[in-house]
């Protein structure tokens, strides 16, 4: 396969056509941002870590029946994926309040919930990926009432699975976002990313935060906590 013009850069990857219409390739950049981009920095190695550790758990889930746009490993730092059209919606499932959550519902974080919750979010920066429901994004045409439901299925069995996989390895998911894409034929794949990124992760004993939030409020450790998870996940491959 033959890595082609980039089609895209975003905060995070950048991604490159192929000689395979329906091939793309992801390349996983250190660069790190929140709050809708308006705080800025480098988790170093990050790109090599959410690469690895995304092909990881994505090879797992679809074992356990889950498609994913997974297709191969290039290198450290980038993968082939299907083509997908991404579907506009961040799908959040959350397990212990924590972040927005517990600030828009003036909660305290660390709270565990007696079943998870599911929220989407529409994605789109320029509005600040404001939340809503299932008729806005019907409204909206952002997905049909076939796709909302069958995405809700997939991100509570990644639920249970991603909960499953963190457990082994002394991690409590507390809460993660997930995207959805459309291949040329119509079926909904898991696309994007599952790392530390993507996911709050506690120690199950410490419950020290091994993800984002490190940068995020500027807490320090990224770098160790990214590889301190990774250790965890896959040993030092
Ligand atoms: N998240 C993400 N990208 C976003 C927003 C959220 O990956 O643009 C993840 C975030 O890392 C966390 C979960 O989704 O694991 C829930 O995030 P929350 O809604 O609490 O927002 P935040 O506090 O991160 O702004």
Known sequence: MKKLEQLYEGKAKKVFATDDPNVVIV????????????KKGTILGKGAINNKMTNNLMQRLEQAGVPTHFLEQLSDRETAVKKVTIVPLEVIVRNISAGSFAKRYGVEEGIPFSQPTFELSYKNDDLGDPLLNDSHALALGLAT????????????????????????????????????????DGTIVLADEISPDTCRLWDENTHEKLDKDRFRRDMGGAEEAYEEVMRRLMGDR
Request: hydrophobic letters at 40%; zero cysteines.
């Open 145 to 184: 009432r076939e796709e909302l439901d069958l995405i809700r299925s997939y991100a509570l069995k990644i639920n249970e699975l991603l909960k499953g996989f963190m457990k082994e390895i002394g991690i409590d998911l507390v809460d993660f976002k997930l995207e959805f894409g459309k291949t040329a």
């Open 27 to 38: 390349s996983y950049k250190d660069d790190a941002t929140a709050f809708n981009g308006e």
